[in-house]
């Protein structure tokens, strides 16, 4: 009797352990059990680089949603995203890759734009702004002629 | 970078349907306009300006840029605040634009076009600027059809969006300040006398 309770609680704690893992695999990779209550967008990059399958996609610095694939088309990385239901995209909101810090994750940002037609689900983000090709520009940099940085005309800061 | 700006821009010679040849036409002019010699006089500088401005009037689609530029905040504003902006808005641009024109246009080598993507009343042109120092500089124009023309409504310079950078600051100075501030702040930028 007393051999079967310790097998059972062996067995027990073998099973959270396992539970345990599963969950921080599932977290860890970013994958969904279950469908989110959402809908999808399409957006179109000229430079995807860093976006892969559960990247965020935040507003505000608040994440409302995910990629849910990618794949090339046209020479193109084309992304599909799923967003949160209840969030309105303005047809002109701009979809940016952006990078937590200097060589932090990459994650996308939307800023809401001010057109009154909204994307419909399974519509297309068409204004864009690829990820910043950080070695290409000091590549210029050190080459010795990017315009000097010419703040006429900016609103201050 | 700031040269690529030179390429913004109209024209006389373009075919109504291709968004390509629309930049070309509004480049080239630009460009004679800039490198004409009888224009190049300090007498005629204020003319010379006032033709580059009304060349950008006609193909630059301001009233769009402007308000996708101030993003939300553009549907809580009153008919005339939001006319008051797009002017303000378009001054600020051109005036900022023809400097840099005059600056840097004696560094251009060539304009290449690279190719053009149209989706329904939507278009992208892509171009590759050219220095004399041999760096190319990639440009992309979006352009939104008018009518029968295609006018531009942003222009993408080594990446980065005119109006995505416009609506960044806007959206920063609005959380801080009230809608009044950046209005007095636009104005103080645009330089006395312009049109």
Known sequence: ?157 | MLLALVAAGASLRACADEPTAQVRAITDKVLALLADPALKTEARNSERRQLIREELDRRIDWATAARSSLGRHWAKRTRAEQTEFVSLFSRLIEENFIDKFETHHGELDKVEYLGEKIIDEYASVKARISTKDQIDHPVEYRLQKSGKDWRIYDVLLEGVSLVKNYRDQFDEILAKSPYEKLVADLRAKIPQGSP
């Open chain 1, 1 to 157: 009797m007393k051999k079967a309770y310790l097998e059972f609680v062996v067995g027990l704690f073998l099973a959270i352990g396992i539970g345990c893992l599963a969950w921080l695999s599932i977290k860890l990779a970013r994958k969904e059990f279950f469908a989110r209550n959402g809908y999808e967008v399409q957006v179109a990059f000229s430079n995807g680089s860093g976006l892969h399958r559960g990247t965020s996609v935040v507003i505000a610095g608040v994440e409302i949603g995910r990629v849910a694939g990618l794949g090339l088309e046209d020479y193109e990385a084309k992304v599909r995203l799923m967003i949160q239901q209840g969030v309105v995209l303005q047809t002109d909101t701009i979809a940016s890759i952006k990078t937590q810090g200097l060589i932090g994750e990459k994650y996308i940002e939307l800023t809401p734009g001010a057109s009154d037609k909204t994307i419909k689900p399974g519509g297309v983000i068409r204004e864009t702004q690829p990820a910043m090709d950080l070695e290409a520009l000091i590549g210029k940099y050190i080459q010795g002629n990017l315009a000097k940085p010419d703040d006429k005309g900016q609103p201050p800061r």
